[in-house]
């Protein structure tokens, strides 16, 4: 339910309705939705901001400082951490 | 009514919560229904509150800039309680609605009068959430025409911190109190 309100708030915001809180507070109680919601909507903001300055890590996978050139090198346009490799 | 009930206001007893209640009061944004709902998580409400009151009333951006801003990112959240709310300073310094409307739907038309910095930082806020992808290295070098670094990243954090609070708004089916 989390993950979900987490991908409505930003794909489809009308989704999240009366009957959508009414499942939400079947796990949650009301100051942990508020908890939640706020998590959510800053990061919904700053990921947004962060994507477009494209940045890339400070430091390559074996741990060594990097030029922001060499780690688009090393990086591509994916993150790392989204790389299935990364999760093993 | 929000999804959420506000807490009640004598149930908010940390002073430090109080006194950011109290700014926000005094500025108008965000008023007390805010607060009285992110209370809820006390420990987020203190950062939450203070961050939203000194992205927006303070810094080296032009407050009126940054109201129409704001309530530009409100209304394309489709949060209509803090699109609601008005900054007392920036009515004091003599924004009209005119002026947020004209800032909000036609800010590059020539005829409203928007410097060519407020064109860019308008911009900047009406594409970072309808297309992202247009705010590239390219956008970015025509914003350091108008903006240095420092108030680039003053204005892209604000815009991704209140774009980010309407959107939690909008969810909790939030309204104004009056």
Redesign the interface.
């Known amino acids: 339910m989390a993950l979900r309100?987490s991908e409505l708030?930003?794909v489809d915001?009308d989704a999240?309705?009366?009957a959508f809180?009414d499942e939400l507070r079947q796990h949650y109680s009301?100051?942990?939705?508020?908890?939640l919601?706020?998590?959510?909507?800053?990061?919904?903001?700053?990921h947004?901001?962060?994507?477009?300055?494209?940045f890339y890590p400070l430091f390559s996978p074996d741990g060594r400082l990097v030029s922001q050139a060499e780690s688009e090198k090393l990086y591509g346009a994916a993150p790392a951490s989204l790389k299935p490799e990364a999760a093993e | 009514m929000s999804?959420?009930?506000p807490l009640p206001l004598d149930a908010i007893t940390d002073p430090e919560l109080r006194a950011l209640m109290a700014e926000g009061e005094a500025l108008g944004v965000p008023d007390d229904l805010f607060a009285r709902?992110?209370a809820?998580?006390p420990k987020?409400a203190v950062p939450?509150m203070r961050a939203l009151l000194m992205s927006h009333a303070q810094g080296d951006v032009d407050h009126k800039l940054k109201e129409i801003m704001r309530i530009l990112l409100a209304r394309f959240?489709?949060d209509k309680y803090l699109a609601s709310l008005r900054s007392n300073k920036a009515r004091a310094m003599g924004l009209t609605e005119t002026r947020i409307d004209d800032g909000c739907f036609a800010y590059e038309d020539d005829g409203k009068g928007f410097s060519e910095a407020e064109k860019c930082a308008l911009r900047y806020a009406d594409l970072?959430?309808l297309d992202?992808n247009q705010?590239?290295?390219a956008?970015?070098d025509e914003m350091k025409k108008h903006w240095s670094e420092a108030q680039i990243m003053e204005l892209?954090?604000f815009?991704?911190?209140?774009?980010?609070?309407?959107?939690?708004?909008?969810?909790?089916?939030t309204k104004a109190a009056s």
């Not at chain 2, 815009?159 to 089916?173: N, V």
């Open positions: 309100y708030m930003s915001p999240v309705d009366a809180f009301d100051d942990e939705i508020v908890e919601g706020a998590f959510i909507g800053f990061n919904l903001g700053y947004t901001f962060f994507g477009t300055l494209k | 999804h959420i009930a709902i992110v809820r998580a987020q939450l959240a489709g970072m959430f992202a705010v590239d290295k956008f970015y892209g954090a815009i991704a911190f209140h774009y980010g609070m309407a959107m939690f708004m909008r969810s909790l089916g």
